[in-house]
Nanobody, 118 residues
Framework: QVQLVESGGGLVQPGGSLRLSCVAS????????WAWYRQAPGKERELVAS???????NYADSVKGRFTISRNNGKNTVDLQMNRLEPEDTAVYYC????????????WGQGTQVTVSS
């Protein structure tokens, strides 16, 4: 019912920036709350940012003030602007439904790797 494709990851130095993009197809996009998740090696996947259909946002404390989530309902996309990146941000980043009580789809994309290292 849904196909999720993430892009925009890469290798950056601490303090740098990246912008991630996700396109979601085959689902009812506009009514849902969408989110970015990340999973670092040896850790569970965590919710880092979410945005509702009315563009109310929520962020994990670890990224608050540094990351900004946005969405474009016409393009079925959700982006994550990441600034002042830290080594602790290194992870595979995924998009899916989530936050504000929304359950993610069981089908996940491949994610996009973000590596923050000097």
């Amino acid at each position: 019912q849904v196909q999720l494709v993430e892009s925009g990851g890469g290798l950056v130095q601490p303090g740098g920036s990246l912008r991630l993009s996700c396109v979601a197809s085959g689902s009812i996009f506009s009514a849902a709350t969408w989110a970015w998740y990340r999973q670092a090696p040896g850790k569970e996947r965590e919710l880092v940012a979410s945005i509702t259909s009315t563009r109310v946002t929520n962020y994990a404390d670890s990224v608050k003030g540094r990351f900004t989530i946005s969405r474009n309902n016409g393009k079925n996309t959700v982006d994550l602007q990441m600034n002042r990146l830290e080594p602790e941000d290194t992870a595979v980043y995924y998009c899916n439904r989530g936050g504000f009580g929304w359950t993610p789809f069981s089908s996940w994309g491949q994610g996009t790797q973000v590596t923050v290292s000097s």
